[in-house]
T-cell receptor
């Protein structure tokens, strides 16, 4: 399957600082990437849909000024957690839609390995 | 709205067969996906049902019945490495709507 990388895999930061997470599709061009957050023992929660060259679409309840998303190229999307607080500590996962996968209507997403954020 | 329900936990014995059910409510969708997630890792794609019936991929099979709003993931010849959480997800309008996940515990 397609490969998606994510960097860093783990980050510890002080409260009030900003953290940038990168998501890259390594062997395909992803016009759409997704950012999820997952708290322990819970399902993935979609935060936003990132489309290359346009503004991200945020899910209800997700603060767009706090979680800045930039999708500057077909292989890179970034999520910046601004002024991070302990409650932002979570597992952040990106995924990318591979347009080559399946029929045109099949939604197959390939996931990055995730970034574990701990805010002290 | 759209929602999915699946059992929170299922226990099975190594070498056995286990079925993880998923019921859903939706006004329309393209298909039902299944993902596996090991502790600390990201989800990996397992299977997709666009049409009613059974899709087989090695030891894993997935089933969909649109008339019953129901699907399941069937895992055969269970191995210890299959211990993970399994999520069903609705493929709806170019998004995935996720179930809460089922933790599969495998005993030797």
């Amino acid at each position: 399957g397609a490969v998606v990388s994510q960097h860093p895999s783990r980050v510890i930061c002080k409260s009030g600082t900003s953290v940038k997470i990168e998501c890259r599709s390594l062997d395909f061009q992803a016009t759409t990437m997704f950012w999820y957050r997952q708290f322990p023992k819970q399902s993935l929660m979609l935060m936003a849909t990132s489309n290359e060259g346009s503004k991200a679409t945020y899910e209800q309840g997700v603060e767009k000024d706090k979680f800045l998303i930039n999708h500057a190229s077909l292989t890179l999307s970034t999520l910046t957690v601004t002024s991070a607080h302990p409650e932002d500590s979570s597992f952040y996962i990106c995924s990318a839609r591979d347009p080559r996968a399946g029929s045109f209507y099949q939604e197959t997403q390939y996931f990055g390995p995730g970034t574990r954020l701990l805010v002290l | 709205g759209q929602s999915l329900e699946q059992p929170s936990e299922v226990t099975a014995v190594e070498g056995a067969i286990v079925q993880i059910n998923c019921t859903y409510q939706t006004s329309g969708f393209y298909g039902l996906s299944w993902y596996q997630q090991h502790d600390g890792g990201a989800p990996t794609f397992l299977s997709y049902n666009a049409l009613d019936g059974l899709e087989e991929t090695g030891r894993f099979s997935s089933f969909l019945s649109r008339s019953d709003s129901y699907g399941y993931l069937l895992l055969q010849e269970l191995q210890m490495k299959d211990s993970a959480s399994y999520f069903c997800a609705l493929d709806s309008n170019y998004q995935l709507i996720w179930g809460a996940g089922t933790k599969l515990i495998i005993k030797p």
